[in-house]
């Protein structure tokens, strides 16, 4: 009763999603060499500034320098590629889920060339188009066409909600241990008040990311709850028929307002600490697809 599974697989989505995919691992490849300016290097250098307090006043300047350098540089290039990425899959969705583009989000302004770019860049390694095939669940094709698109937006809503819950945990782990760490060093080491002052400039590039990165999970997980609560609603006035198809579409559409606004701002997750959980969350997401389906066909839906 809906072409879902068939349009997001034609060959234009795949170009789309292999392009979004590639920028955003793009952008974390910038991630990772921002994690290795502002957290890795300030830490060797302040342990080792514990010990040579000559080079105390080195570690300071480049504590003052890696931050100019992420916040000119790094996070302007990692905000390009994930506002770049955003608007692909929003492209990506607005065919597949046939939702009219928002007069509210400007997308067109991605070149075809550069999605056929970096689909090309993502499509090097045959498996990685076997990935993004069926996008969606296959078992939505029999529900009509605003049953099974509130079905995929709940899933975009509610993904990555847990897993920013605990890497926003083991950034509080990682700071706490690092301060506990250096300021026994500090104490052990008998150093004075204006060399803890100069470690601690060294080390204001990893607390400036921690908290930054700290603050951007925990708005996310925010944003995440407001959709997830937002699309249960739109779910039970959909499946009450209370409401419209034309009038629950509209509300799908800004939905996916919302939605695409998430997605431009989210910060990037390591991969490492991603496919660590990925599992137990696509159970997760899985189960209550089909608990969805069976609630949808409860209410005659099929």
Known sequence: MNNI?????????????????????????????????????????????????????????????????????????????????????????????????????IIDDVAVEEVLKHYRAHSKIASNIEKIKDWYPKKIQNLPLHIARLICQRENCWWDSNLRKRYVKMLDYLAITILIVMVCFGVMNNLIFVDLVLIGVALLPFFQFTIKQRN?????????DELRKNAEDL????????????????????????????????PLILDVFYNLLRNKDEELINSSTEQRLVEAKQKGFE
């Open 5 to 105: 599974g068939i349009k997001q697989n034609e060959q234009k989505q795949l170009e789309r999603l292999a392009a979004q995919r590639e920028l955003y691992a793009a952008g974390k490849k910038i991630y990772v060499f921002q994690i290795l300016t502002t957290v890795l290097i300030p830490i060797i250098l302040s342990v080792i500034a514990v010990k040579f307090k000559d080079i105390e006043h080195k570690a300071a300047c480049y504590g003052l320098f890696a931050i100019l350098f992420d916040s000119i540089i790094l996070e302007r290039a990692i905000k390009r590629r994930k506002e770049k990425a955003a608007k692909i899959q929003e492209l990506f969705d607005c065919d597949v889920l046939s939702l009219q583009a928002s007069p509210f989000k």
């Open 235 to 266: 779910w039970k006035i959909g499946l009450d028929q209370s409401e419209s198809e034309d009038l629950i579409t509209e509300k799908s559409r800004r939905l996916q307002d919302e939605v695409f606004e998430h997605r431009s701002k989210s």
């Open 216 to 224: 951007e999970h925990n708005d996310a997980v925010k944003r995440l």
